[in-house]
């Protein structure tokens, strides 16, 4: 599978960091749009797959062909870049500033919302046949997903929120991982194979991730799903986004920048 050992792959996440850092602004939108929306087709797949089969787990076995079309493609989700830009700063590479660092995180969400809820105004027209009927069974059950997973944890209050970070940072663990698996080989076969493991065992965990909730929950709402706008973000959308910041970075980047980059002194015999 050709694959590259943890020192190199390290070495190429520091330097694609740093590359986004960089690359400019229309570059930036349009990768993380098309990022958002292929995600989004993938959890409709994914939903569609568990709703028809009645099983969950064959939905989340299938959800990772979307996350992978995605990073072949080379588009940017919110997620990798929150693991990816920060290790240039930390590296200290030459123009790579925290100015640099949120403007990337900035500009990937607004790509990456743009491209989510593109689909799910599309696909709300697509189920309910330019809405002149109610959605059918995928339909109805993304919109209870929205309700659970928001006003569903805000009836907890603090705990609630909290359980939504802390699954949030789980959840970006596994996604982060997925995109260092990309980076692991230079055949194809190798990146899809590293990278579809930890996506499978996010999806199926029903962690929490930024960009595929921009699709969940705008869906659901446009469709007449109990739960606000406001319900959305407070209760789901903020503690998701710092979740898997954290998680992210502190899991999947410095871990593996701190022991394959600036690896401590080996022991003395």
């Keep these: 599978m050709s694959y590259l050992v943890p020192s190199e792959f390290v070495t190429k996440m520091v330097d694609a960091g740093e590359a986004k850092v960089f690359m400019s602004?229309?570059?930036?939108?349009?990768?993380?749009?098309?990022?958002?929306?292929?995600l989004a087709l993938a959890a409709v797949f994914a939903i569609t797959i568990a709703v028809q089969t009645g099983s969950p787990l064959i939905g989340a076995i299938l959800f990772p062909v979307g996350f992978c079309m995605?990073?072949?493609?080379?588009?940017?989700?919110?997620?990798?870049?929150?693991?990816?830009?920060?290790?240039?700063?930390?590296?200290?590479?030459?123009?790579?500033?925290?100015?640099?660092?949120?403007?990337?995180?900035?500009?990937?969400?607004?790509?990456?919302?743009?491209?989510a809820l593109?689909?799910?105004?599309?696909?709300?027209?697509?189920?309910?046949?330019?809405?002149?009927?109610?959605?059918?069974?995928?339909g109805q059950k993304i919109a209870t997903i929205g309700e659970a997973r928001t006003v569903g944890y805000a009836q907890y209050g603090a705990a609630g929120w909290f359980t939504i970070f802390i699954r949030g940072m789980l959840g970006n663990w596994m996604v982060s991982m997925g995109v260092v698996g990309a980076m692991i080989s230079t055949s194809v076969s190798g990146k899809v194979i590293a990278m579809w493991m930890?996506?499978?065992?996010?999806?199926?965990?029903?962690?929490?991730?930024?960009?595929?909730?921009?699709?969940?929950?705008?869906?659901?709402l446009i469709i007449g799903a109990d739960f606000s706008i406001m319900d959305y973000f407070v209760w789901n959308e903020i503690p998701t986004v710092l979740g898997n910041l954290v998680g992210g970075i502190a899991f999947t980047g410095l871990t593996l920048y701190t022991?394959?980059?600036?690896?401590a002194p080996k022991r003395s015999l």
């Design 25 to 38: 602004t229309r570059d930036t939108l349009i990768r993380a749009y098309m990022a958002g929306a292929i």
């Design 198 to 220: 930890p996506i499978m065992l996010f999806f199926a965990m029903t962690f929490e991730h930024s960009v595929v909730n921009m699709f969940l929950f705008p869906f659901g």
């Design 70 to 115: 995605l990073y072949l493609m080379g588009f940017d989700l919110l997620t990798g870049v929150f693991v990816l830009v920060p290790l240039a700063l930390i590296d200290k590479r030459p123009g790579v500033t925290m100015g640099g660092v949120l403007r990337n995180w900035g500009l990937v969400f607004l790509g990456n919302f743009g491209g």
């Design 118 to 138: 593109t689909v799910a105004f599309m696909m709300a027209f697509v189920f309910t046949y330019g809405f002149s009927i109610e959605p059918g069974p995928v």
């Design 259 to 263: 022991t394959h980059v600036r690896t």
